[in-house]
């Protein structure tokens, strides 16, 4: 049994699993909504939300030590990366007893694409992952898998342009003005023949959508239902408009269970529905694989083995 811990941007989330025969297996997944992105003008993570996120992730190891993990992961991606006092917030996670890392954008690219791999009947991809603080898009050529990193997030772009809510018009036209920026930069980093392959997306942006999408929303246990969801992005382009329009009390409602993005949504539904236009593409397909998965995938084979001779 192994743990996982991925300290984001936005949530920071837990995956408890069994590793058997090369497959993994949740045991529990969690969230919380902790907003490391939202740092201040001196690049400084928050303090209140160090100690939020501190407590949180204590509560965590407790949750995976009780659930018999023998050893407990965590890395730590864009706030942190980028934050001049990361390094302080990573040495109290490694204090805890947690071997905790920060990851570059560009290991962040190439183990989000592994994880998106599992589950998905398709060896060939182009994986978009949106995250509060970076999006990363990731594919396989001859060369293997080539990844990039762009500080294009939910979060990130929520603080620099939406502050009316609901939006205000001019918010949104220097919003979308960014990311055509944005797109007409990523398509000078991505190879053209690989555009014809499919668009796979993960995170939680991507994951929120595909649930109102699938109307499961409301339900319990959608990890188990967001699995190779296939969203028109004629029906994201209306549930975008209708996003953009409403206040946040009326996107909590749409949400649903992801109610606590309801802040962050409107930027993040414009950079999907931007990247997913400008590719070329009229589907997106989301699946559930992500981070923590391709994580474990890389990170803990000698897990696999000893796990599998304990009996666990």
């Not at 809510?165 to 001019?170: A, I, L, S, T």
């Amino acid at each position: 049994m192994i743990s996982v811990i991925d300290i984001g941007s936005n949530s920071i989330r837990l995956l408890v699993a069994k590793i058997k025969d090369g497959d993994i297996k949740t045991v529990y997944s969690d969230r919380f909504v902790a907003k490391l992105g939202q740092s201040n003008s001196a690049n400084l993570l928050d303090e209140k939300k160090i100690l939020n996120s501190l407590q949180g992730i204590e509560k965590y190891k407790e949750k995976s030590l009780k659930l018999g993990a023998k050893k407990i992961y965590a890395f730590a991606t864009s706030a942190v990366r980028e934050a001049s006092n990361g390094d302080i917030f990573i040495a109290e996670v490694n204090k805890m007893g947690i071997e905790c890392s920060i990851i570059s954008g560009e290991k962040e690219a190439e183990l989000s694409f592994k994880g998106a791999a599992i589950g998905l009947n398709i060896e060939k991809f182009i994986m978009l992952d949106l995250g509060g603080g970076s999006l990363e898009l990731c594919y396989k050529n001859k060369e293997g898998i080539k990844g990039n990193s762009y500080k294009i997030g939910a979060v990130r772009y929520t603080n620099q342009f939406i502050k009316s809510d609901p939006p205000q018009q001019r918010e949104l036209k220097l919003l979308k003005a960014k990311l055509k920026q944005d797109l007409d930069y990523i398509k000078t980093k991505t190879d053209i023949e690989v555009r014809n392959l499919p668009l796979v997306a993960v995170g939680g942006t991507a994951f929120s959508l595909a649930a109102i999408f699938k109307g499961v929303q409301h339900q319990a246990h959608q990890e188990e239902k967001i699995v190779n969801i296939k969203m028109p992005i004629s029906w994201l382009k209306e549930l975008t408009t209708k996003l953009e329009n409403v206040n946040i009390l009326e996107r909590q409602k749409i949400l649903g269970a992801h109610k606590d993005r309801a802040e962050i949504i409107v930027a993040g539904a414009n950079i999907l529905l931007t990247i997913t236009q400008g590719l070329g593409y009229n589907v997106l397909l989301v699946t559930n694989g992500d981070l923590r998965q391709g994580f474990i995938k890389e990170n803990c084979r000698g897990v696999e083995q000893s796990g599998s001779s304990s009996g666990s």
